[in-house]
């Protein structure tokens, strides 16, 4: 059967390449006669997949020497507890809430510590990025939580908060690796691997190493502990391992693609071709404002709920999968991570293009 054209927010896309790869490696890894799913992760072959991978991602973020890079599970919603347990010190930190993921950081942290919300864009269901020109940052702040890319709005950060000295901490869930970025300018970033990386199961730290906190209250659990992870490569107790060998298979494709320079020029043509569609579309409209839109996922609609269904309905005929968009704002969402190959996103633009004809005629 042919694959679709998945236009999924998460789990999402993986790039074919990948998942030829893992398919052919299945049964027997590199002569182990086992598959890596099956291994001891304390093993010798194993050790090369996690280390190997620890070095890929280094390589195409730049990370320096002074972040430690860890592979956890819990998801990002696990870090939305773990950041403000791990980093609270004056037990202040500022949140700007631009959607419904950067909501739930804000209101997650407030069981720990106290959470200011300093800047909103819920008035308008996040359709924009405040302005941040002069935000007030607490004073005793222990940080300061942006929601990089906000998958379910579509709207990005496209420069950082003034901090005022404070640490920037940054949910990267749906846009880490989409481009470059300079790791120096966070103490930390988070991410779920299944938006823009790998399988779910995996969740990427990298955090500033002077912040990972040497004692924590005696009821923190040594799980939830930086400290534990960093210690020990990842590798306290048994990691996601296979999820960690598919991240890696994908951190390899990035290299060869050409790094994140690469990937990012292609992001920001497939994005284009989608925008510049909508923005002289009679039919169809993009939902955010256009200086926040995202490079990721691609948020529009019609004016008419009956007609935004029918075109979900025809599109999973012709083989565009999930682009439903979130319960919350309704209509459609394109989410274009690095794997959906440019012929995708031009396949949909036809499809719409031939839609809305067929509508007016
Ligand atoms: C999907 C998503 C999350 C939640 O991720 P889980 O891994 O399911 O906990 C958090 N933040 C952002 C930006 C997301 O896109």
């Known amino acids: 059967m042919k694959r679709v054209y998945n236009f999924s927010a998460g789990p999402a896309v993986l790039p074919e390449d990948v998942l030829k790869e893992a398919a052919a490696e299945m049964l027997n890894y ?74 739930k950081a804000y209101q997650e ?30 004073p005793d702040a222990d940080y300061v939580h942006i929601c990089e890319n906000n998958t379910i709005y579509g709207t990005r950060f496209t420069k950082h908060p003034d901090t005022k000295g404070k640490i920037l901490v940054s949910d990267m869930s749906s846009c880490i690796l989409s481009e470059p970025i300079d790791v120096t300018t966070y103490g930390l970033i988070y991410a779920g691997a299944q938006k823009n990386i790998g399988p779910a199961g995996t969740t990427i730290v990298i955090i500033r190493e002077d912040l990972i906190p040497d004692e924590l209250p005696e009821w923190v659990p040594t799980m939830m502990q930086y400290k534990t992870h960093a210690e020990n490569g990842s590798m306290y107790n048994t990691p996601p391992t296979y999820g960690i060998y598919l991240c890696g298979k994908v951190f390899q494709w990035l290299l060869q693609q050409g790094g994140l320079e690469a990937i990012q020029k292609i992001n920001i043509a497939k994005a284009a071709l989608l925008y510049d ?30 007609i935004d269904s029918r075109f979900l309905k025809e599109a999973k005929l012709a083989g565009f999968e999930n682009l439903k968009g979130h319960r919350s704002v309704g209509g459609m969402r394109a989410s274009i991570y690095n794997a959906m190959p440019v012929e995708g996103v031009q396949a949909l633009v036809s499809f719409m293009r031939e839609f809305e004809n067929n509508i007016k005629s």
């Open 277 to 306: 569609y909508l923005d002289q579309s009679k039919l169809f409209k993009g939902t955010v404002a256009k200086q926040d839109r995202s490079l990721m996922n691609v948020c529009f609609k019609t004016d008419h709920d009956e």
């Open 109 to 138: 942290a407030g069981r720990y510590v106290k959470a200011n919300k300093i800047a909103s864009s819920e008035d308008t269901t996040f359709s924009y990025i405040p302005d941040l020109e002069d935000v007030t940052v607490s």
């Open 30 to 103: 590199r002569d182990s006669g086992m598959s890596v799913m099956e291994m001891s992760h304390r093993s010798k072959v194993y050790e090369n997949i996690i280390v190997q991978a620890e070095a890929d991602l280094r390589t195409l973020l730049s990370i320096p020497d002074h972040y430690k890079v860890l592979f956890l599970q819990g998801g990002a919603s696990l870090q939305f507890a773990m950041v403000p347990i791990n980093l609270m010190k004056n037990k202040v930190a500022d949140f700007i809430v631009t959607g419904q993921w950067a909501k």
